[in-house]
């Protein structure tokens, strides 16, 4: 895949603007959940573990628990995403090329609108949950229960 992208032509965002079209144009929840896959991706601040996206995936505003049920597949996550992501050596999720995250720069606003409010709601949400109501361990510059981090700024 990584070849491929590189003998790509010069005009690299009429072929992500194709890989675009086929991810909206799944089943409405799969365009969703895919467009919310890259949401994530693109804007972490720093590379997100593949379990901490999952439970990002499965948290929806409002609720007091995690759904374990809600968990989405590692391979749904990369079918859904049409070959622009993958999973590194570190069990981290990146996209598969620098210009694709080159491609989201330019058309964030387009793709993820509400992308950086949809993120702080479920953080906001996560932090919320029933089992966090005990003291949590401060460990540096972020607070670790189980296997989902929060970075605070």
């Not at 992208?5 to 690299?12: C, F, G, M, Q």
């Amino acid at each position: 895949m990584k070849s491929t992208l590189a003998s790509l032509p010069a005009e690299l965002d009429a072929t992500y603007d194709q890989v675009l079209i086929r991810v909206r144009n799944q089943e409405p929840e799969q365009a969703q959940l895919a467009l919310g896959i890259l949401g994530w991706i693109y804007h972490a601040h720093r590379p997100l573990k593949i379990r901490e996206l999952q439970y990002a995936l499965a948290t929806e505003t409002g609720d007091s628990h995690l759904d374990e049920d809600g968990i989405p597949d590692i391979g749904l996550i990369l079918t859904l995403c049409a070959g622009i992501v993958t999973i590194r050596e570190d069990y981290a999720v990146g996209l598969v090329h620098y210009t694709t995250a080159e491609y989201l720069e330019r058309r964030s606003a387009e793709h993820f609108p509400d992308a950086p409010i949809d993120i702080a709601r479920i953080c906001l949400t996560y932090v919320l949950f029933d089992n966090f109501a005990s003291p949590l361990q401060s460990s540096g510059t972020y607070l670790d229960h189980g296997t989902f981090k929060f970075f605070l700024f």
